[in-house]
């Protein structure tokens, strides 16, 4: 058993050194131009290793019986499990409620589509129509034939309004692409205006549309191994795009992104040159 | 080192406090459910109802919090059969009858965590019935063949179990071949009890193609889904290290509030032999886990991508502070055992185990750094990009591979080290063998380095196959040859410091409880991982989550979450040590002052 040392010595002891390790490995961070955060890990990292060391040699802790036995057990999982949430808090957060916007643009519209879907609207109107036709026949059985005309001119004019209103649609075929490029998440490789992948798992799309003609464009979305970009044709077996968008997406979708791709042409920023393969 | 003497009755009290304390929180859990579920929305008569919810905790939640209890139970019952049977084995073919005793200890918490992982399974069907009716017809319309053989596989184990546990004293001696075929037996069903549920679980993220055709033809072919395997894999072994932590853990808290010097001695031993299985275990497991997230990528590279380079990344990093962890604790725990159970050896071993330790904590940042920074722009343009020239290197796959595989060597030569430790080799080989066993680990060292920086230069698909598994097989080598090498040796050495046991400080004790909790949240981050993987789909590709909880929740919120499940769950798994210790043999009244004490040193047992 090693000679016992009083914890004070070995704080003084082994803590001074780590202190100083951890100042020149905070300087050397810094000289180097690592990040702020880097710098602080870095003597995290040289606090931890230091706080190991002084644990190798500590002295007995106190003894604790009873409820505070277990006071002590809960104390040392509620710092155990502190760290840990405080850690998951400090790395960037994931916003939910990105996706419950994506799920209401992706699944309600394809949903709407299957035949549950229809068979579900179809319920659901007939359900609406149930109850206006027993409204009205409890309005007729009240007041009389009188009304039945301006009841059914009312019923008439109602339908009427609902299909101008979904026979309606269109909208900007551009901007229903950049909708796309964010619902089936292009931003997780690519970049466009700064924003988007920092792990250059794929090009830089800025300038795509002067490099590449539509139909290039869609043959590469719907069949990526056809066109490569420069300087990712190397290790183009792990960087291949995702092969299922011919699958995932609708024609309409797929011509409302080739759209969107098409219309980004600023030759200010260098993007990669496409590679027939 | 401070103790103080009292009445034999305080220590029973503390453990009394203990299971009330747990006892009561599972009440409470299990009487909410039922309450919640009262005041659920009721779906209109006559109406297909897909889902039900509970007020205020929320439906995902609660099946969240259930599922996870279960799973890790079912794991810790999976894990503990291959523990004892191996201890079994060994007490067998040593002689030694402490492995014998140790596997019957630790088969006695297998009946009462048996019972508790059924009810929690039993629970979780339930709840999955009423509040997710929609998935459960389609899964029960696929899977009901193997819902049969799982019922069946099931009965099997009990009987298995019972038989096992029940006839151990009567199964000694010529009958201990009956005995040891029997433990066989419980983990070969315990095996097929995890595989059957896995391919439900691996289904919903991995579904294929299922043709019309038979029911148990639908079912197979359901089964036999790409991540099958990888996680049938991932989890056996992780069953062994959840099972190896939690009975350091129970060792652990044994020794710590124990005042007897024989019961020291043996908790020492018993925590010592579970932080070995557990970092035995540890060592292969970021290869499985390595080749699930292959198979994920095969399969499909979008939730690849939403997994290593999406929203979920970053947990990745959580993982690796855990990981981190962890590997610190293990080693420690085996540094802690060089400097105080065999006394002497500490000034040797003092500067590799700084080494080790400076290894360990560069391998552990290594680990962390994330591929791309959030960076100010100031920053990114002081670094020339969002890629610092070395965080940038740091970040990818080649050096996280390699890190691991060192932090795996290193907390290989902790553990021989501490084999060799009070021991002076007497054969006439010895120095020969102890050269070649450096020539293998030096080189293993280098060849692991190099193989990581050459990986940058190579096309990806050449590093994951080729280069990633040269480094696993190096790392299989070391091991395999390094063990049996130094066994041999250690066999004619002369013990110079005999291993004292029972001289532990109270800090082994924590570390050891630490160990259990990192495996445990662990566990909970990665069937996070998995779980949001597949993000708004019940079954991926197949069918749509259409609830209000069909979203992933946020990391920091997730790690709230898991943190509450690992309490709970460590709750439900010290009341199941006390339910065990309540149907241990009544012990000889012994005349001896009982110190009950927790964080005490060793104390010296006062006879009167």
């Keep these: 058993m090693p000679e016992e040392k009083s914890l004070l010595r070995l704080v003084v002891t082994k803590g001074i050194l780590g202190a100083v390790i951890a100042v020149v490995v905070f300087v050397a961070a810094k000289l180097m131009h690592f990040p702020p955060v880097f710098q602080i890990m870095f003597m995290l990292y040289v606090l931890l290793g230091t706080i190991v060391y002084i644990l190798l040699d500590a002295p007995a802790l106190p003894s604790f019986t009873g409820a505070k036995a277990i006071a002590a057990l809960v104390a040392f999982y509620a710092l155990v499990s502190g760290a840990f949430i405080a850690g998951a808090n400090v790395l960037p957060q994931y916003d939910p409620s990105v996706e419950k916007g994506k799920i209401d643009k992706i699944v309600k519209p394809k949903l709407a589509m299957t035949e549950k879907g229809k068979v579900d609207e179809l319920l659901k109107r007939s359900e609406e129509l149930n109850a206006r036709s027993q409204a009205i026949m409890k309005r007729l059985e009240t007041i009389g034939g009188a009304e039945v005309k301006s009841i059914a001119a009312s019923t008439g004019s109602t339908g009427g309004a609902a299909a101008a209103k979904s026979a309606g649609g269109g909208g900007d075929l551009i901007a229903l692409g950049k909708d796309q490029y964010e619902l089936q998440e292009c931003y997780n490789c690519h970049k466009i205006g700064g924003k988007g992948s920092v792990k250059k798992r794929g090009p830089i799309l800025d300038n795509i549309g002067n490099l590449m003609k539509p139909e290039e464009l869609k043959e590469k979305l719907l069949n990526p191994r056809a066109w490569m970009a420069e300087g990712f044709d190397k290790e183009y077996a792990k960087k291949l795009m995702p092969d299922k968008y011919k699958e995932l997406m609708a024609d309409q979708e797929v011509d409302a992104l080739i759209a969107y791709l098409s219309s980004l042409k600023d030759t200010s920023v260098e993007t990669p040159k496409p590679i027939k393969k | ?608």
């Excluded at chain 2, 014998?100 to 019935?129: R, V």
């Design chain 2, 1 to 608: 080192m401070e103790h103080r003497n009292s009445h034999p009755r305080e220590m029973r009290r503390s453990e009394r406090v203990w299971a009330y304390a747990a006892l009561l929180v599972m009440l409470v859990l299990v009487l909410a459910a039922p309450l919640g579920l009262a005041m659920a929305q009721e779906a209109p008569a006559g109406a297909a109802v897909e889902y039900r919810d509970v007020p205020g905790i929320g439906s995902r939640n609660l099946i969240w919090i259930v599922a996870q209890q279960h799973l890790l139970l079912a794991g810790f019952v999976l894990g503990v059969p291959i523990f004892a049977w191996v201890c079994e084995i060994v007490g067998v073919r040593t002689k030694d009858p402490r492995y014998d005793k140790l596997a019957k200890e630790f088969t006695k918490l297998l009946t009462s965590a048996y019972a508790t992982t059924a009810l929690f399974g039993g629970i979780l069907l339930f709840l999955l019935i009423g509040l997710y009716p929609k998935l459960m017809n389609y899964l029960t319309d696929v899977f009901f063949p193997s819902f049969l053989v799982y019922s069946a596989l099931f009965l099997l184990e009990t009987a298995t179990l019972y038989l096992y546990w029940y006839g151990w004293d009567a199964m000694q001696g010529r009958k201990k071949g009956m005995h040891l075929f029997l433990g066989f037996l419980l983990n070969v069903f315990a095996l097929f009890i995890m595989i059957v549920p896995n391919s439900w679980a691996t289904f919903q993220t991995s579904p294929v193609v299922i043709t019309e055709s038979s029911m148990w033809a639908k079912a197979w072919a359901a089964t036999w889904n790409p991540t099958w395997w990888p996680l049938n894999v991932h989890r056996l072994i992780a069953n062994v290290v959840l099972g190896g932590f939690l009975c350091g853990a129970y060792a652990g808290l044994k020794y710590l509030m124990t005042t007897s010097q024989e019961e020291r001695v043996h908790y020492d031993w018993m925590g010592y032999v579970g932080n070995f299985i557990g970092v035995f275990g540890m060592l292969p497991l970021p290869f499985a886990g390595y080749w699930l997230m292959r198979e994920v990528y095969q399969y499909n590279q979008q939730m690849g991508i939403t997994l290593m380079g999406g929203f979920l990344s970053w947990l990745f990093i959580l993982q690796a502070m855990l990981i981190g962890i962890l590997f610190l604790g293990a080693n420690y725990y085996f540094w802690l055992g060089i400097m105080y159970r065999i006394p002497g050896s500490e000034p040797k071993y003092r500067r590799p185990i700084l080494i080790m330790l400076v290894i360990l904590l560069v391998c552990l940042g290594i680990w962390m750094t994330p591929h791309s920074l959030v960076a100010s722009l100031e920053e990114a343009r002081k670094m020339g990009g969002t890629h610092h020239p070395l965080l940038g290197v740091f970040g990818v796959m080649s050096a996280k591979m390699t890190v691991a595989n060192l932090m795996i060597l290193v907390t290989f030569m902790s553990f021989i080290m501490y084999w060799r430790a009070g021991k002076q080799e007497t054969a006439a080989w010895a120095k020969a063998a102890k050269a070649v066993m450096g020539v293998i680990l030096g080189l293993a060292a280098i060849v692991i380095v190099v193989l990581g920086v050459w990986g940058y230069f190579v096309p990806a698909i050449t590093r994951i196959d080729k280069f990633s598994t040269t480094q696993v097989l190096i790392v299989l080598f070391v091991l395999l040859t390094v063990t049996p090498l130094t066994g041999l040796l250690m066999k004619s050495a002369k013990t110079t410091t005999e291993m004292v046991w029972g001289v532990m400080p109270a800090r082994a004790g924590y570390a050891l409880v630490l160990n259990a909790v990192m495996v445990i949240l662990l566990m909970t981050l990665m069937g996070y991982a998995r779980s949001s993987s597949r993000v708004h789909w019940h079954i991926y590709g197949v069918m749509q989550d259409t609830s209000p909880y069909a979203y992933s929740p946020a990391l920091g919120y997730a790690a709230a979450f898991m943190s509450l499940n690992t309490f709970l769950f460590c709750l439900m798994v010290a009341f199941i040590f006390w339910v065990a210790s309540l149907g241990g043999e009544k012990k000889p009244q012994q005349k001896e002052t009982r110190v009950p004490v927790v964080g005490a040193g060793p104390v010296p047992v006062v006879r009167q």
